[in-house]
Each structure stands twice: as structure tokens, then as C-alpha cells.
């Protein structure tokens, strides 16, 4: 019996010592946990301070134009030499092809012209006939030109004087020469 009373003992004092070591590791891993959440408390607990800043002399001053308007938009991708150009070419291909009836486009009708256009790509009906028929007409478009004015500007709408072309065989010849002035501006 004593020998087993020693044994018994002696397994105990290991398991004791076992015991001993699992709870150390525990405490450092409690204590671990612990260091770690007072760091990333001590992180957020810290008031923000703003940094001194002085923009008296550093900022230009604001800009003294107002809001833009929609016409200023639009004259920014169309100024006036576009809408010029588009005239006065669309006007004499209208007399080369018809002397006796001229289109007489103004530049304020070709304005509004691309205007319809920009606005036609809004919507998406299969024809642009549909912008002024009843059912399906659009005032915002239908009130600016009417239907005819505007199917007889896009017929007569060109860049370049058709009378004067390069040959095709040319080396130097541009396929872009149809709307090259355009580009250009």
C-alpha cells in the first residue's frame, strides 16, 4: 500500500506541477489579452486634436463667376465657330442642290437643331418622326422647330464644300475630309 501511496503521490505532484504550468499559461494569455485591449483603448480614447491651419494667404481667391446656365454647357461642345461652320456649309449645300429654293438656315435654328439632337438621344423611339406626332410627342422638342424644318436641316447638314474634294486615289487624301473642319475646331 505504500508504494502505491507513493506512486499515487508522485503522480500527483506531477499532475500538480501540470496543473500548475496550464494555469501560468492561462494567466499569461489572460494577462496578454488584457495588455492588448488597454493598447487599443488607450488608441481610442485619445482625444483628436486639429492641427493648426492658417489658408489666409495660401487660397487663391473664389472664382466670381455664377452658376452656369444650360447654354453655357452647350457652348462649351458647340461654340459659336462650330455653329457657324455647320451654317454656312449646310446653306450652300442647300443651294448647290436646289438653286431656286435655298434652305436659309440661321445659326440660331442650327443651335437649336443640335439641341434636338442631343435631346433625341434622351428618349428611344424608333424614329425621329415620333418626337411630333400625337401620342408620342415631346413639347420640349416639338415646341423649338417643327417637324419639316427639322428633317430639312438634317438633310441639307454638312461640314465641307462638297465642290471642292480630294480624290480618293490621292496619297495624301484624309478619310475624315468630310468632317475635318469640324474636328479641327
Do not use: H
Amino acid at each position: 500500500m505504500s508504494e502505491k501511496s507513493s506512486t499515487s503521490g508522485s503522480n500527483c505532484g506531477e499532475s500538480n506541477s501540470a496543473a500548475n504550468d496550464i494555469e501560468e499559461s492561462e494567466e499569461k494569455i489572460e494577462s496578454n489579452q488584457k495588455l492588448k485591449k488597454k493598447k487599443k483603448n488607450a488608441l481610442c480614447q485619445k482625444e483628436f486634436a486639429a492641427p493648426a491651419a492658417d489658408f489666409v494667404d495660401n487660397m487663391p481667391p473664389p472664382p466670381i463667376r455664377d452658376e452656369l446656365q444650360p447654354i453655357d454647357y452647350f457652348y462649351f461642345l458647340f461654340g459659336k465657330q462650330s455653329t457657324t461652320l455647320l451654317t454656312n456649309q449646310s446653306n450652300l449645300y442647300s443651294v448647290q442642290k436646289n438653286p431656286n429654293k435655298p434652305a436659309r438656315i440661321s445659326e440660331t435654328e442650327m443651335e437649336y437643331f443640335i439641341g434636338i439632337l442631343l435631346m433625341t438621344g434622351i428618349y428611344s423611339f424608333p424614329k425621329q418622326r415620333y418626337f411630333w406626332s400625337g401620342d408620342t410627342r415631346v413639347e420640349s422638342i416639338s415646341s423649338v422647330m417643327s417637324r419639316d424644318r427639322f428633317l430639312g436641316i438634317k438633310k441639307y447638314l454638312r461640314v465641307t464644300d462638297n465642290s471642292v474634294q480630294s480624290n480618293r486615289t490621292d496619297i495624301n487624301f484624309d478619310r475624315a475630309n468630310k468632317v475635318r473642319p469640324l474636328l479641327n475646331i
